[in-house]
């Protein structure tokens, strides 16, 4: 290689190595991004949401987490936590009542708010919170994901702790969210309402 | 200047001839209008579905151009032998390689504006209020594709063969959306891996940094950090188009 060109090779290198340099120090300003993708929520759609943090685009991984949530819980089939086509956690346990006997859940969609009539928490759609959380681990300000979750889990299928963690996942990703706080009231209140209630004899 | 012009219009209507560029513009199309199916789906969430879903597509299909056009760019040319029509002439090389890029940056930006533009007539059909966010977010999609075409063509020039220069570059890609979640785990695995995480981050393509799309909804989203991503975007690709300055000047013919 003759020498003049060889000269121009380092000085085109040298040079890139300066804008690197100067593009590295802009990089450490600081600049609005979500919280590091710790891990995958569910290992059903592992693949999915890594794909869709790899390709930068958490935002969509959140959107497309909202209708599978959605699907899940407009499924029948997820309705019944012991249907064989159902979706549910490899440990779920059969729920018993007092007495030992296994209780018969005959929960169908649309009468869920019936929940409102008793204090036991359904066992219909046993994976909902996570998939509440996976949506919300994508897109922590997803305000609707969390309101929908929350919403669902505490007001239609009574499980209010379950709804509370939702709720609080949702504001550690944005604290400034009211309603988030107004949600939790609301579960708060029913809680007590319900505790205070004297029972029927 | 004017030869660095006539190869970038060159470039572009090469582009505009190339079968594989007209069939991904053409798929980008069809998955935009597809957005439509998967808002149905979301319920109350219609537009936000269509908005982000239309966005990524122009972007990963602006990306697909991008790539397969930067690593054939040059490589071709030295196989039909083509190349030498032109370095016979009394032309810098820089030129020509800055003139390659233009020409294909001016394809890329011309196919992802015809994809949003059909995006946001379709958006305008839904009802969506617009949001100066996301049109501030519109550039960015241009800034990040415009470092990949730089990264790419450095990467055509590095490795000999097109697929391989095609593989690294889409693990650019993946890698520079990394980057937070390298410092992360590095943070965590003690000094030297913090140091050697931040000297790898340093070197790929903080493509996190023109994610604006992505963080429209955050706080802190604003001018500054647009103003910091473009200054960044341009450095970077600067570098990427000197070192493959530096690269085309030492190849033989």
Known sequence: MPLSRRSDFWGWVLGSLFLLLGAWFISRKPYPQFPPFERPLMELYAAQDMGMVLNGARRLGADLALIQLMQYYGSAENANPHHPRGRRRKTVEKPHDEDGHEEHVHLHLGSEGTADATNRPFQSFPQLLEYTLRGGSLDPHFHFLFLFGSGALAFNLNRGDEAMTALEFGLRGDPSFWRYRMYQGGIAYRKIRKSKKPSPT | ?253
């Not at chain 2, 199309?29 to 879903?53: C, H, P």
């Not at chain 2, 991008?66 to 090389?93: H, W």
């Not at chain 2, 009802?127 to 075409?149: E, N, R, S």
């Open chain 2, 1 to 253: 200047m004017r030869s660095i012009l006539a190869i970038a219009r060159y470039t572009f209507l090469q582009q505009f001839r190339n079968r594989l560029y007209l069939v991904v513009v053409l798929f980008g199309l069809l998955l935009v209008a597809a957005s439509l199916l998967f808002g149905a789906l979301a319920g109350d969430q219609e537009v936000r579905v269509i908005l982000d879903f239309g966005l990524v597509t122009a972007e990963i299909f602006g990306l697909a151009t991008a790539v397969f056009g930067a690593v054939t760019l040059v490589v071709e040319e030295m196989e039909s032998k083509t190349i030498y029509l032109i370095l016979t002439r009394p032309l810098p090389r820089p030129f020509y390689v800055l003139g390659r890029f233009l020409g294909l940056l001016l394809a890329v930006g011309a196919s992802m504006a015809v994809m949003e533009v059909f995006h946001f007539s379709l958006l305008f059909m839904k009802g969506w209020t617009p949001d100066p966010a996301v049109f501030a977010a519109l550039p960015m999609m241009g800034l990040k594709i415009m470092v990949m075409t730089a990264l790419s063509l450095l990467c055509s020039l590095t490795f000999t063969s097109a697929p391989t220069a095609t593989v690294f570059s889409i693990l650019f890609w993946v890698l520079g959306h990394f980057g937070n979640e390298i410092r992360f785990m590095a943070d965590r695995a003690g000094q030297w891996a913090k140091v050697a995480g931040e000297l790898f981050c340093a070197v790929l393509p903080n493509l996190s940094l023109l994610n604006a799309r992505d963080v429209i909804d955050l706080p802190g989203f604003g001018l500054t950090p647009l103003l910091y991503g473009a200054g960044y975007a341009l450095l970077y690709t600067l570098a990427c188009l000197a070192l493959s300055a530096a690269l085309f000047s030492k190849k033989e013919f």
